[in-house]
């Protein structure tokens, strides 16, 4: 079946460290992978997306690369800010788009 | 309305109890899909309608979970005899009817079920 697996939590970090959350997955088939970001008290938004292998999503500084060899999508930031600070969701699309499998979430604590 | 909206933001319920949940989603979208989030965990995927007609409801726990979409716009979500066990968070979100992988959820901020 489908899943995800994501490093756990917290992860606490001084501001401007490098960031990197692991995420691993298991599929039939191609799907599409997807990091989503809950910043406290807000609903969950889409981060960055990849739609197929060597895909690169970016977004606000944060990128990940879609690994097929080693079914990988981790999530990298060089730099991050406190208004990093959120629950950071690793999911994938099944192929027909009608159900996303998410990851437990990895928190993120960036201290000033 | 800008967002997806849930209602209530928090519920709580006497095990046994029905309670029925409510989403209004961005105006025009045409796919909505209902996640159940259990502490500390990820959503976990419920069912998922495409207008009126629901498509999956193969994530539903048990025949006490019902979910509909009467007109395709409006979703509630009832939860029948409810169990101490069905305390999480419930999320709804949609999707534009341009999006037809449904790559782009928009969430609300869900509603928090406590059973007692």
């Known amino acids: 079946g489908n899943s995800v697996t994501q490093m756990e939590g917290p992860v606490t970090l001084s501001e401007e460290a490098f960031l990197t959350i692991n995420c691993t997955y298991t599929?039939?088939?191609?799907?599409?992978l997807f990091w989503y970001v809950q910043y406290p008290g807000e609903g969950l938004q889409l981060l960055l997306k990849?739609?197929?292998?060597?895909d690169k999503g970016s977004n606000k500084g944060f990128e990940a690369t879609y690994r097929k060899e080693t079914t990988s999508f981790h999530l990298e930031k060089g730099s991050v800010q406190v208004s990093d600070s959120a629950v950071y969701f690793c999911?994938?699309?099944?192929?027909?788009?009608?159900?996303?499998?998410f990851g437990a979430g990895t928190i993120l604590r960036v201290k000033s | 309305g800008a967002g997806v909206s849930q209602s209530p933001r928090y519920k709580v319920a006497k095990r046994g109890q029905d309670v029925a949940l409510r989403c209004d989603p961005i105006?025009?979208?045409?796919?909505l899909f209902w996640y159940q989030q259990a502490l500390g965990q990820g959503p976990e995927f419920l069912t998922y309608?495409?207008?009126?007609?629901?498509?999956?409801k193969s994530g539903l726990p048990s025949d006490r979970f019902f979910a509909e979409r009467p007109e395709g716009s409006v979703s509630t979500l009832k939860i029948q005899r409810t169990q101490q066990e069905d305390s999480a968070v419930y999320l709804c979100?949609?999707?534009?009817?341009?999006?037809?992988?449904?790559?782009?959820?928009?969430f609300g901020s869900g509603t928090q079920l406590s059973v007692l």
């Open positions: 105006s025009g979208h045409v796919s």
């Open positions: 309608f495409q207008n009126e007609a629901q498509l999956d």
């Open positions: 599929a039939t088939g191609y799907p599409s």
């Open positions: 999911a994938l699309n099944t192929e027909y788009g009608n159900k996303l499998v």
């Open positions: 979100a949609s999707s534009s009817r341009r999006d037809r992988l449904n790559e782009k959820l928009f």
């Open positions: 990849a739609t197929k292998a060597d």
